[in-house]
């Protein structure tokens, strides 16, 4: 029987991040969705070329590559402040970071989620149950990226 230190705990979460870190440099390289992503071509795309859209009413998004409707992508969203958009699923996992603001994600029916400030990462997997929320006064940006095409499932009550 091992024991592993916190120390060795520490390396291993480490060496878990290091994929993480080249997902998100590549991702926030972002090309504009309407253009056919090259990775042989470098891409910087300042945050005053990104052109938000409204979701629904309370969401917008802006595409930083790939299209979220129906393909890979790299997305940024805003949240109003107080914000949550419900208990609910979607097909395909995903990853996200926040940027500005305070947000959590509340999975199943777990109490007490962690608050995550600019900087904290979260992961969804497909199908899981949660609630991603803005609990700041100021409003939330984050940055989200999947394999696949995004969709918005409510939970049943």
Request: with cysteine; aromatic share 12%.
């Amino acid at each position: 029987q091992s024991t592993t230190t916190q120390d060795e705990k520490m390396k291993l979460s480490i060496f878990r991040l290091i994929p993480l870190t080249a997902a998100l440099t590549f991702a926030t390289s972002a090309v504009m969705a309407d253009e056919a992503f090259d990775p042989a071509k470098p891409v910087a795309l300042p945050r005053a070329g990104l052109s938000y859209f409204n979701l629904n009413p309370m969401i917008q998004m802006a595409d930083a590559y790939g299209n979220l409707t129906n393909t890979a992508h790299g997305t940024f969203g805003k949240f109003p402040a107080h914000f949550d958009a419900g208990r609910h699923t979607h097909t395909g996992a995903y990853h996200g970071v926040v940027i500005k603001g305070t947000m959590t994600n509340q999975f199943a029916a777990g109490t007490n989620p962690p608050e995550l400030v600019a900087g904290s990462y979260w992961y969804v997997p497909a199908m899981l149950e949660h609630s991603t929320a803005c609990i700041s006064d100021e409003p939330c940006e984050f940055f989200f990226f999947a394999g696949g095409k995004f969709d918005f499932m409510p939970a049943s009550q």
